[in-house]
C-alpha cells in the first residue's frame, strides 16, 4: 500500500512544474519589434539640437522618424542589414548603415546599430563593454563602444522592465533620449 502512495505522489509530483523566472533585463532582450515614440536631444562640439523620435523597429530593419528643429525640419532614417537611407524631403541619401546617416543628420556619431540594444536596457552584444546591474536586474550604467551611458528612468510596459530616459556621453558628444511612449509588439 505504501509502494502504491507513493508512487501515486510521484507521479503527481511529476505533473507539476515550475516555470523558470527570468529577470526584468533578461525578458527586454526577446523583444525585437516595437514602436516608441520620445525626445532626442544631442550635441556635438558646439552644434546641438533637439528633436521629437518616432522609431519603428521590425526585427533587423528600423525606422527612425525625427521632426522638430534638427536644421531642417523633419527626415527619416530606415535601414535593413547592409543599407540604409536618410531621407530630409530635400535629398536622399544611401549608405552601408545607419551610423553613417546619423551622423549626416545631427554631426552625432550615433550607433544605431547599438542603440537598438540600449534602448531596450540591454548592452549591445558584438561589442565589450562595461555595465551595471541594479538589485532588479535593469541596466544603469554601461560603457561600450567609447559611450558612457546612464539608464536613470524604467517603467512597466506589457510585462517588460524598459528604459524610459538614456544620457550618454562621448567626448564633446551627448545624447538624451526620453522615450514617451513604448509599444512592444509580437
Not at 534602448?119 to 541596466?139: A, C, S
Not at 536613470?152 to 524610459?164: E, I, K, N, S, T
Request: glycine share 12%; net charge negative.
Amino acid at each position: 500500500m505504501k509502494a502504491l502512495f507513493a508512487l501515486g505522489l510521484l507521479a503527481l509530483l511529476a505533473g507539476c512544474q515550475t516555470v523558470p523566472m527570468t529577470t526584468p533585463a533578461e525578458r527586454p532582450a526577446g523583444l525585437h519589434s516595437w514602436d516608441l515614440s520620445g525626445r532626442l536631444g544631442y550635441r556635438a562640439g558646439d552644434d546641438g539640437g533637439s528633436a521629437s523620435v518616432d522609431w519603428q523597429q521590425r526585427d533587423e530593419r528600423g525606422e527612425l522618424a525625427f521632426s522638430g528643429p534638427l536644421g531642417m525640419g523633419s527626415a527619416l532614417i530606415q535601414w535593413q542589414p547592409g543599407h540604409a537611407v536618410l531621407d530630409t524631403g530635400k535629398e536622399r541619401i544611401e549608405a552601408a548603415n545607419s551610423t553613417e546617416l546619423a551622423w549626416r543628420l545631427t554631426g552625432l556619431m550615433l550607433p544605431v546599430e547599438a542603440l537598438q540594444y540600449w534602448v531596450r536596457g540591454l548592452p549591445w552584444p558584438v561589442m565589450d563593454g562595461t555595465p551595471t546591474f541594479n538589485e532588479l536586474g535593469q541596466l544603469t550604467a554601461l560603457q561600450q563602444a567609447g559611450w558612457t551611458l546612464d539608464f536613470d528612468r524604467y517603467g512597466a510596459v506589457d510585462g517588460l522592465q524598459l528604459p524610459f530616459r538614456i544620457r550618454a556621453r562621448q567626448g564633446d558628444q551627448r545624447f538624451t533620449l526620453i522615450v514617451k511612449n513604448w509599444e512592444p509588439l509580437p
